[in-house]
Each structure stands twice: as C-alpha cells, then as structure tokens.
C-alpha cells in the first residue's frame, strides 16, 4: 500500500469512527471561530484539556467462544486460512523424562524400597528415583513476546542505500566512484585513447584523442564509462558510454595496436584504445565481466518473472504473460530488486535489537547436584631426611624408614569449623608397606573384611587425589595434613631422631629396627606424629592459592589434639614469630592444588560410586571426592537428588585419671563398632569405611593412641554406612583397650586388654537420629540387654552393669548426620510420623493434623530446603485427602511459608523445578475424588478473604505464580489421565471448578486495584502471575469463561487511574495477549452474513464497533485501552503503545504468518487502529529532522515556547465517506488497480517518489460538502512555526514528507519543488499536538510558495498540507509487517 493511499485511509477511518464508534475520544467540531481560536490558544499555552469527560468505557460482553466456533464450522473449514482461525490439536502433552544422574549406577541401594518402613524414608527414596514428570506446549516458544521467537530478530549489517528525489541536488552530480564502491561494484579508470566517432570517414591514427575513462556504477546497478580531459572526475564529464546498451566488447587491432572496440545496440561502435596489451586485456576483461553479470541478472529476473505469472494468472493468460516478459525495462529489474531487498517494518526499530529480559520467564532446569568451589587436592610425596633402606639385603632404593600416613582436611578458621570429611592417603613405598601386611592379632583379622557389597562402586586402592568441594570460599580456610605413624611410645621420643640431622644413617638402622618391631606387634594401631598447614583461597571469589606450599611439618603436640587446639594453631599461622617457636621435623610434604574440571574423568563419589566417564580399569588411579560439611543456613542448602546415609563419628575425650576399676589404663585405644542388637551373639554390621590399601567396609575402627595417657584426647573421625531403616536396636559400641607398648619385657604381655565400654543409641525422640555432642559413662563389664541401662547410674534397678567411676559420663564423643533420608528437624519428623499414624490407623484425628501442621512453621530453613520436593509432595498429598476445609487452608499456609522463605533466601529456582519437573498430582481416581486445582483454588479463596492473616494474604500475592502453575500443571495431568481432553471444552471440568476459578480471580481483583498502595511488589507479582494463569487458561478451560474473567478483571480499571494501575492492566495485557494462538483467539474473519458487499458492512469489520470488540475480542479490548489511555498523561500513553508495537513487532517475526495472504489477514484485525490514531494525531511529536545548531542541547520532550498550534478538526481535510474498495486494497481482498474509476488513480510511490497524488485525494472529495469546505477554509489561516529539539538516529522516527499540495478538484496538483519539508514522526512518544498546516519558517521558502499563486496551488485560503508517512527506510514498505 503506498504512502498517500495510507494517509488517505488514516483520514477516512477516522470519519467513519467518528460517526459509528461511540467509545472512540476525539476533539468535539467547534461550530464557530471563537471556540477554534479558543482551542488555540489553550494548545499554544500547553494546558488543553481533552474536551470528553473520562468516563468508564462501556462494557462489552464477549462471544460464546465455543459456541460460535460450532455455528460458523463450516465457514471456517472451508477458509483457506483456517490455521489462523483453529487451536491446533496436541496443544500440549504430559511427558516423563529419565531422571540423568551424575553416576554409572543409582544411589539408592537395591534393597532400600523394600527395607525401608518410615513414610519419611519411603518418600524420600521415591523422590530419589523418580522421573520428571513435565507438561510440555507445543507452541511455547510463541508464547513470550518477540524476543523469544524461535527465529531470531537480527538487525542487517548493512542496509541499502536509499535515494529519493526530493533529497538529490540537481545543480550537483553524485560521485559515481562513491556510489559504485557503497554498492560493491567494479571501479576502474585510467587514460585511453578514444577515437572520434562523430567522423563519417575511416578512423585513423590521428583521429584518437587521449582521454581520462572513468568506470562508475549507478544506483541501479548499471554502469556507465565516463571520460574526462584530466584526472579530475568531480567535474562534468565530456561523454558518457551507457554499457546497459553494450552487446560486447572485442579486440580490434586492425586501426591501431592494443585497440578495443564496444559494440552498442544499435549497431554503433565506440573504438578505444590502451597504451601497452596488459592494460587492454584488463580493460576487456572488466567489461566483459559487467556485461555478462548484467545479462544473468536479467534473465533471472525474467524466470522469476515467468514464475510468478504463472502462478498469479494460470496458463489462461499465457499471451498477457508474453506481453508482460517484454516490458522487462531497466525500471522494472530495478524495482523488483528494490522490493525483494526491503526489510520488514519493524527490522530497524531500536526495540528490535534491545536487550531487554524483563518479560522473559526464567529458565527452568532439573534438580542436579550441584558443588561449590571444587578442589583437586594431588597427594606427590612425604619424605623425611631420615631414610634408609628397609629390605635385608639392602638392595632395595632409599626410603622412608618407617610407615608414615596422612589425613587431609579442610578447616575453616573465620567461623571454628571443620568443612570436610578426612581425606586418608598412603605414600608409602610397596616396600614399607609391607612392614605391616600380614601382621598383628586376630583383632586385625576383623579389619580385612570382604569386598564390598553389590552395587556399589569399587574403592581407589590407595588414592593420591581428592576433590574438595567450598560453598563458601575465603582466604581463612586451611588444608591440614596430620601425619601419623605405627604405634611405638610417645611422640616427643619418636620425633626425637627426625629432629637431628648429623649421622643419619646409624640412627635410620636403630629406627627402623624399632619400627619392624612395632610393626610386627602393634601394626594396626596408630599414634600422632606431626601436623602441616597451607591456605587454599587467595580471595573470596575462590582463587586458589596455587603457588603456596606446605609448612614446615610440625610436632604434634599430645595435650593440643582437638580440633579447637589446631584452630588456635592457625590462628597465629600467618604470625611467623609464633611459628617459629613450635618444634620442627626435617622433612617435606609434597601436595599441590589445583581447580577441577567439569568432566573430570576416574572419579568416585563419597559412597564410592563411580561417576560418568569412569574407567573400568582406572580405579587405581581414581579420584575420590571428600564430603563437604555444608553450613547449616538456608541460603548454602540444596534440595537433596541423591541417596546418602553417612555418619561421621568423632571421638574426643576420655576421663581415666580417677577411676579404680582398672590396674593398667593407659595406652588407650578406642575401637569402635556399629551393631543392631545388644544380645550376646550379637555381630558386628559391616558397614565402616576402611582405611587405604584395604576393604572398602570393615567391622571395626580404631581412633589413634596417646602413650601413657590417663585422659587422652582423640581428633579421628570414623565414617558409617548406614542401613536404610533404622530401629531402636541400632547403636554405637565403643571398647577400651590398654595397648601394651613394653617390647623389653621377656614375657609376652597381651596386646589388648579391655578397660570399659561405651554405647550410644542412635535414635531418639521417637525415631530421630541423635546428632551433637554427648557424655556417656563407662561401664566395666558389657551383659547382655545392656541397652536397657543407656541412661547409666540413673538406673540401677535389676542392673548387672558395673559403672566405671560410679557411673559418671567419662567418655565425651561427637556425631555428625550427612543423610538424605533422615532428618534431625523434630517438627518435621513428628509431622511426617502423625502422617503415617493417620494411614496406619483411624485413631490419628484431623485435628492433631492441622496441630502438626502450625508446627512446621517453625522448621529449620535448611532442613526446609533440603528436602523441600520430599515436603512439598506430603503436602499436596494431604491437600486432595483432607476432609476438612482447615486441614486444606493450613496445608496451603504451611506452602505459603515455604515458598515465601525460598524467595527471601533467593532460592526460588529450586521451587520452579520442582513444579515443573517433580511435582504430579495424584491420579484422580474413586478413592481421590478431589484434584489439586479445585482444593488448591479453594484454599487460596479463603486466605486472600479480608477476614483472614493478612500476613499470609500478602505473601500468597507475593508469591501468586506457584500456586498459579501448581494449578496448570494440575489441570493437565488431570484431562490427560482422566481423558477428558478428547472432551468438549466447556465438558472438560466441573462446575464447581469454573466457580472456584471466577470467585478467585474475584478474590484478587480487589487486593490488586485497591491494596496495591499498601503492598506495591505483592500487587504487582499477584498481576503478572494471574495474567499467566489465565493465558494458560485458555489451553485448557472454555475459551468463552476465561474471556469473561478477563473482561471482568479490566472492569476494575477506570480511566483517570494512577499510573500504577495502568502499568498493572497494560502489563496483564500484554501477558495474555502473547499467548501462542492470540490470532485464533481474535478469529480473523468476516461476522458478516454471507459475502461482504455493502459499505455498511465493512464498517462493521472495520470499525471499533461492539460487534468488533465482542467478535474480536481480544485485539478490540487492547484497542480500547490504548484508545483510552492515549488520553492520559505522556508516560501513560508510552506504557500503551509500548505493549501494542511489542504485539505488532511480534506478528511481523512470526514465522507461522509470515505468508502475505497471513499478513493480510492479519491486518483485518488491527484496522481500527488507523482511525484511533488519526483521531489522537495532535498527539503525536513531529520533530524536524534537518539539523539546527542553535537547538541541539533543548530536551526533546519539551515544546518551542510561543508556537501557535492549530487544532485539527475532524473531518476537516476529507469527508467522511471511503470506498468500499479501499477497504479491500487494506485487507487484501481487492487489487488496489480495480477498474473502479474512483480508485484507480490511486497509484504506489516508488523509491523516487512519495509524494501524495492530486487524484487519489480528489477521488474521496464530496464537492456538496460546503459546512465543511468552510471550516477548512478558516483552518488555513492558522500557521505552525516549528523548531527542532535535537537529532535522533534514522531508526527511531519515520520520515514525512510534506510538500504543498492543493486539494481543490477544479485545479491539479503542484510539481515537486525544493519547498517541501521533511520532518519526522517519532510514534512511540505520543506527546506533542500535530497541527493541521505545518510551513517552513525560512522567510525564503515561504516566500516562493505565496508566490507561486493559483498555479502553485496555494490559492487564497493558503496551502494545505497532506502528510505522506515513509516507514522503515522506504517510502515503499507501506506498513508491510501489517497487512
């Protein structure tokens, strides 16, 4: 559609708006000159007041949506664009997809479903193995706004050079070397001789003049070969060869050597001639090649051409097609490679290639399990200056003396914790560690256990590599290594010769000979020997510090063992004048760190399974990662994905010194064992991590051995597996032995001798596993049953225990829980245990329920996250069970607790995937009558009742979208599973549901349009998220219903709202109206009965009528919004148009419409905007685009002080009456070349003119219209002295051309002159009065158009002016994304 035909409809919609829209706002017809001077004056002092009254628009039902898509089936079957009118079947399915894990094999260990008989357990293990469970829409990818269109908007590079008539100078030619380069063409040029061609006799030597050639291409494409007297081409030139009538070009040297000869047309030559042969073969060359890619382009063009007749007229018009191949002018090519080059409209708007993510949903993924700063700790060597060789022969290499063996962790000094399990390593020699294989009692017999169980993952023999895992890095934390050794006395004897470096080798022999004698006696007991430290971070954001080495290995020292004694340690580590004061041994750990790959390949879990990318035969050379200590806060948790049942066991104080029950007590070892029964018989559980080089569970473990301490401290930690389910049988055992270290004795003493036993039961408190510190008494003998007695010398009665120090808690011991299925919260156990009380037995009341409930509000933020899939399941699970209305409020409040402290942590992304990918209701069913969408609906009605917490109330709007997509998700598995999806929409759900949905929407309208001043971010979410829920609403529920809901939400908007309301109703269009089948929903087809024929019916159709906004209900509701706010304030009118370009700019990129019979269609239904925005036209800015240097630095927003704007009167350039044809050129229905008289004459701008056309503005004209001829005759008095604000760039505004043109029918219209003013139109900032007649200020300008008089077409009543709106870089692209 060309420029002029746009403004012409701008005008002729607007007229019949006028007449036949009640609802459109315009400025009322001043009947005298008083009231128009009136008007003016109030625009030129910038305070006009809209002359309608802000009234609350009309209220206008929707269609049956259903209904009329049963009515009108065949109607739509038989249109040939029905996808446009239909849902497409499928809209969406439910899908499993196969939980991915990290590991080769499942954490869940086989047996666990089957032994497990805790709810809390059984839920747990099931969330562990589940699937995701996912609702997927096919069309989502259209759901979003355009920048979430599955084809990408990209901006072009480069774009074409545009040049119009008006803008060329014709005193001036264009520099045809510039043009040729911008267009990427040939140039070439240099000196020849040319010979005279004008000469009717034989050309001779002579006859050659020597010219400067100049090869140039023009706008075209064509080329032309200029000639010069000299170098200079910026003058005019001599001649001029037109090679678009070259046939070719040949070499002819029969006149003069390295001659040329161009053969035209019209069988004329020019003769040219080269100074050497290389310079006329280029010459040759070049020309030949633009003359044959000349020729290809226009045999292509002429194929394309061929085609398109074909298909456009058939092969009944064959001859008109022949016809037509021969008028293939040099005008026509250009014009088609103009078109096929013209990039849509909204390709070079700014908001195209914005950034912008505000309205893009987050990106949701699956639960994983996720690592903090990762570590790889490389374990190289431990070497000691005192070596030696430890075979008899001494042959073997140097060594070590003695085993040495150490323990890595991290410590946190900045808070005085721990964060890391012990990382145990062996470097050894094979040759030393045989000094210790094979030997020792029969307690050692117990630590070389089988291999472990079936299913798991097989253990890295001796592992030199760990990785660390850091949530939260800083430069305070700590590698420690402890070193131990074989027991053999005390440490300050031990270290002795490892302190001293003269005559090392005598001393070597004398230790190792002492070490094979240890080894042979006390190999499996240990005894600290020296301790070493380097930092890991550098800074906070997790730099590793990989240049630092270890210290100095330091002697450990027996009294400052505990954990709280190393942090003092490290405490003064970076304070060398206290360092130095500690004793050093001569030796050198060697350990590097360094940061871990994602895919780091050979590597085990904590639990010893392998992880993808392991090797089969790598497992000696695995890498096993070391349990991180996560800090118990809600922000460092995770929700747990993986099977894990660790119990880290820290022995740490034993108070021997007063006890009599004993002779010997002093090299004590502690050894430590997990069983399941107090009885005599009882064995040992298997289930004890061992150390490197052996199994990989043991039945036993042993703490390390202080020599001649009666109060030995210990800083072990033994790691358990724990079974599945635990009952109250299962318990720690902890034995005491007196280790005899006498090696000169001549008889052999007993290694081992029992001094006391200690137990602790692991569960408690109904079923809770104990976890913190504990003191327990010792008892010196162990009967049978002995569990009976845990609480010690409380209770003596029927007792056979002998308590050790009259029964006093002696032996202080820690235990830390790493489980992901137990919990150590007490209100969430006991709500989990009353929740398996109610199914086991109907004793367990409702009432206690909701009691168990309240309780969870006060559940650990940690706890809540970590098992936040697990909780949140139980709940929607009591949800559909509860037959109480109580029980189901307080499930949605405990929810509502939940997810409100989510999002304070920032964790909200864990609830997103758990709604999307875990969460699935209940299969609805004769037991589970009831379905989460309808309870959930319920529950949420009764807590945003005023009555009700307001606390609650506030956080539930907050946090709206959950509940919202729990609602979604819900009622997709609900007609899938049922199969009511193959059903009717408005027989898919009941009754009751449609009214629990509308007394819901209902119940948010009024906290979000009236309380909204009192929680602006709760009222703000809860829009957003309804908006989104009644989108998706439509995919499943009557299309007709969610209308209603929608038109009963808008109604609580009134114009003259504060700017936050219609941020909330502009926001909550937008949301719906980006759902995926949004033109479907609007039903792009005629309502009319049978064909449309009459004037009067396409008003219908094209008008903002009733019937449109009821037919077309959404696109009519948008419309008359924005009509509606573009009475408002500036930033009021911006939030509207921003939302209706956002839709427009969206249409224009969807590949689905991308067809022109689409785009058409599609056009139809936005054809009322033309009049809303002629009738807000004095609103629109109009910024002159030549550049003014006196006004670059004025604000744009801001009008010229003293300008007098006229106001512009309706109806005033045009009457109100269009052709029935002109509606269809807009909908493209009807060829705008009809053989209507009236309309013909309606011709397309090209690129080289825009200008509007004296017929196609007469043929609209009613000349008995005399009122109106009057009042325009006033109006042409007023003037517009416009001045310029400052530039923008070419892609913000729109170009207007605004010559001067008549309008009288009796007189033709005016050439193009040099008066015409370009300005812009800059249509997304609705701001400033456009005035009907706009002149040039340039006394000069003005000058020449009062002169040009009755022939200029002025006239007496002064020029009128049409404006011709040029968009998108060519006057030509006639609003292309739109129709």
């Known amino acids: 559609m060309g420029c002029t035909t746009s403004v012409v409809l701008l005008e002729g919609l607007r007229s019949i708006l006028e007449r036949n829209c009640t609802y459109v706002k315009g400025s009322v017809e001043l009947g005298a000159l008083e009231e128009e001077e009136e008007a003016q004056s109030l625009w030129g002092s910038h ?12 209220i206008i039902e929707p269609l049956d949506y259903e209904n009329v898509l049963l009515q009108r089936k065949t109607q739509i079957i038989s249109d040939v664009l029905r996808d446009m009118l239909q849902f497409p079947t499928e809209d969406f399915q439910i899908s499993t997809l196969r939980r991915q894990g990290r590991t080769l094999l499942s954490t869940v260990p086989e047996t666990a479903e089957k032994e497990a008989s805790s709810l809390f357990v059984q839920e747990c293990i099931k969330t562990y193995k589940s699937d995701w469970h996912v609702v997927n829409y096919k069309y989502e990818e259209y759901s979003g706004d355009f920048r979430q269109l599955p084809h990408k ?71 032309n070969l200029n000639f ?51 310079e006329m073969e280029e010459w040759i060359s070049i020309l030949n090649k633009i003359l044959h890619s000349s020729f290809e382009q226009a045999m292509q063009e002429k194929r394309n051409g061929d085609l398109n007749d074909d298909e456009e007229h058939g092969k009944a018009e064959l001859s008109s097609g022949s016809f037509q191949d021969n008028f293939q002018t040099a005008r026509d090519i250009e014009s088609r490679m103009r078109s096929e080059a013209r990039l849509k409209l909204f390709t ?73 399990a012990d990382f145990r390593v062996d470097l ?120 630092a080495r270890f210290s100095a290995l330091y002697r450990q020292d027996s009294s400052k063992l505990s954990d709280e004694d190393m942090f003092k340690l490290l405490t003064d580590f970076r304070k060398p004048e206290k360092m130095a004061k500690l004793p050093v041994l001569l030796g050198n750990l060697d350990v590097t760190i360094d940061n871990v790959a994602p895919d780091v390949p050979n590597c085990v879990t904590t639990s010893y399974i392998p992880v993808r990318n392991f090797e089969q035969n790598g497992s000696g050379s695995a890498l096993l990662e070391v349990e991180e200590f996560v800090p118990c806060i809600a922000k460092c948790a995770q929700p747990f994905t993986i099977y894990k049942n660790h119990l880290y066991v820290y022995p740490k104080h034993l108070k021997y010194d007063g006890q009599k029950s004993f002779a010997k007590a002093r090299n004590i070892a502690v050894c430590v064992e997990f069983k399941d029964s107090d009885e005599d018989e009882a064995q040992q559980l298997k289930c004890i991590y061992g150390r490197p080089g052996g199994p990989l569970f043991t039945k036993q473990a042993y703490a390390a051995v202080l020599h001649h301490q009666h109060n030995p401290e210990f800083y072990d930690e033994i790691k358990i597996e724990l079974p599945t389910q635990l009952h109250e049988k299962h318990h720690l055992l902890f034995s005491f032995y007196h280790v005899s270290c006498d090696n000169n004795s001549k008889k052999k003493d007993v290694v081992e001798t029992p001094v006391g036993s200690a137990w602790l039961p692991l569960l408690k408190d109904g079923g809770r596993v104990i976890m913190n510190e504990q003191q327990l008494p010792v008892a010196a003998n162990l009967p049978a049953g002995y569990l009976s007695s845990q609480d010690g010398a409380s209770k003596q009665s029927g007792s056979e225990i002998k308590w050790v120090d009259g029964g006093k808690p002696l032996f202080t011991l820690s235990t830390h829980l790493v489980s992901t299925v137990y919990t150590q919260d007490q209100h969430l156990h006991n709500f989990f245990q009353h929740c398996q009380n109610m199914d086991m037995s109907e004793q367990a009341s409702e009432g206690e329920l909701i009691k168990y409930l309240k309780s969870l509000h006060a559940m650990e933020g ?159 979410n809860a829009n957003h998220s309804l908006a ?44 719906v109206c980006n759902h995926e089948h949004y033109i479907p929903l609007n039903l792009p087809m005629p309502f009319g009965k049978g064909r449309i024929q009459r004037f009067q019916d396409l008003q219908l159709d094209y008008s903002l009528t009733d019937d449109f906004c009821r037919n077309h209900f959404l696109v009519g509701l948008l419309l008359r919004e924005v009509g509606g706010a573009l009475q408002e304030p500036r930033d009021i009118r911006q939030i509207a148009v921003q939302v209706l370009k956002g839709l427009m700019i969206k249409h ?23 009049g809303l925005l002629q009738e807000n036209v004095y609103r629109l800015d109009i910024k002159d685009s030549a550049p003014l240097s006196n006004h670059n630095n004025m604000r744009e927003d801001s009008l010229v002080p003293n300008s007098m704007v006229t106001p512009q009167k309706p109806g005033s350039c045009i009457e109100n009456a269009l052709h029935k044809d002109v509606f269809g050129v807009i909908s493209g229905t009807a060829s705008p070349h009809s053989s209507t008289p009236n309309v013909s004459s309606v011709h397309h701008a090209d690129s080289r003119g825009s200008l509007a056309s004296t017929d196609s503005a007469n043929s609209l004209l009613d000349k008995s219209s005399d009122k109106t001829n009057s009042l325009e005759k006033r109006s042409h008095r007023h003037s517009l002295t416009s001045q310029l604000q400052h530039i923008e760039r070419f892609p913000r505004r729109h170009s207007v051309n605004v010559p001067p043109l008549h309008l009288d029918p009796e007189e033709c219209a005016p050439p193009l002159n040099r008066t015409t003013k370009r300005v812009t139109m800059d249509f997304s900032l609705l701001t400033v009065p456009l005035p009907d007649l706009l002149l040039d200020r340039d006394s000069e300008i003005q000058k020449a158009a009062a002169d040009s008089g009755p022939d200029g077409g002025h006239g007496e009543n002064g020029p009128v002016q049409v404006l011709s709106v040029t968009l998108g870089g060519s006057p030509s692209a006639h609003y292309k994304p739109f129709i």
């Not at 022969?393 to 964060?419: A, C, H, M, W």
């Open 47 to 58: 305070q006009w007041i809209p002359t309608t009254a802000l009234v609350k628009p009309k």
């Open 153 to 223: 908007v990209l901006r072009p590079e480069k774009l074409a050079a545009h040049v119009f008539e008006v803008d060329e100078d014709v005193e001036k030619d264009e520099d045809a070397a510039s043009l040729g380069s911008q267009k990427g063409g040939v140039s070439k040029h240099g000196w020849l001789y040319k010979g005279n061609m004008n000469s009717a006799i034989s050309v001779t030597m002579r006859s050659f003049k020597r010219r400067y050639f100049h090869l140039a291409q023009l706008g075209d494409g064509s080329y």
């Open 228 to 278: 010069y007297k000299d170098e200079n081409t910026s003058k005019e030139p001599k001649g001029t060869i037109f090679l678009d009538s070259c046939m070719g070009v040949v070499q002819n040297s029969k006149v003069r050597r390295f001659a040329f000869e161009l053969k035209m047309q019209d069988k004329t030559t020019f003769l040219l001639a080269a100074d050497s042969e290389a």
């Open 348 to 420: 070079l708007d700014p908001d195209t290639q914005k950034l912008d993510f505000s309205g893009i949903e987050p990106d949701v993924r699956p639960f994983e399990e996720k690592f903090g700063k990762r570590v790889l700790v490389s374990c190289h060597n431990l070497s000691f200056n005192l070596q030696g060789c430890v075979t008899e022969n001494e042959e073997g290499p140097t060594t070590n003396v003695e085993p040495f063996y150490v323990v890595l962790s991290l410590f946190d000094v900045q808070n005085s914790r721990k964060i890391s």
């Open 428 to 547: 050894n020699h094979p040759l030393v560690r045989q000094m210790t294989c094979g030997q020792g009692n029969g307690s050692n017999s117990e630590i070389i256990g089988d291999g472990p169980p079936e299913g798991l993952g097989l253990a890295p023999h001796y592992p030199t590599q760990g990785v660390f895992s850091v949530t939260c890095p800083h430069p305070e934390i700590f590698l420690v290594a402890r070193i131990e050794k074989v027991l053999q006395g005390g440490i300050t004897h031990c270290t002795e010769p490892y302190m001293k470096s003269s005559d090392s080798t005598k001393v070597a022999q004398k230790v190792l000979k002492n070490t094979k004698t240890a080894c042979s006696r006390l190999g499996q007991y240990r005894m600290p020997f020296a301790w070493a430290a380097r930092p890991v971070f550098k800074d906070a954001s997790g730099t590793l510090e990989k240049n």
């Open 862 to 1020: 940690h706890v809540m996250v970590n098992f936040l899939p697990t909780i949140l399941n139980q709940l929607f699970c009591i949800l559909t069970r509860a037959t109480h209305e109580d029980v189901a409020i307080n499930v949605t409040r405990v929810m509502v607790h939940v997810v409100a402290q989510c999002h304070e942590e920032g964790l909200e992304h864990y609830l997103r995937s758990f709604v999307k990918f875990v969460f699935k209701p209940e299969p609805y069913s004769s037991i589970c009558l009831r379905t989460v969408h309808e309870e959930l609906a319920k529950a949420m009605t009764a807590i945003l009742k005023p009555s009700t917490d307001f606390l609650t109330s506030n956080k539930l709007l907050k946090h709206s979208w959950y509940f919202f997509e729990a609602l979604v998700k819900s009622m997709a598995y609900y007609l899938t599973e049922s199969g009511k999806v193959k059903l009717s929409r408005n027989q898919r759900f009941s009754a009751s549901f449609y009214h629990a949905v509308e007394t819901l929407v209902n119940m948010l309208m009024p906290h979000i349009t009236q309380k909204y001043k009192d929680n602006l971010d709760a009222s703000r």
């Open 1028 to 1071: 989104l829920f009644i989108k998706h609403c439509f995919t499943f529920m009557d299309r007709g219903f969610v209308f209603k809901q929608i038109n009963n939400y808008m109604n609580c908007f009134v114009p003259g709202d504060p700017k936050t309301l219609f941020e909330f109703k502009f926001e909550f269009l937008r949301v």
């Open 1148 to 1170: 224009t990129f969807d590949d689905r419409y991308a067809a022109k019979s689409h785009q058409a269609r599609l056009a139809t239904l936005y054809l009322p905007l033309f």
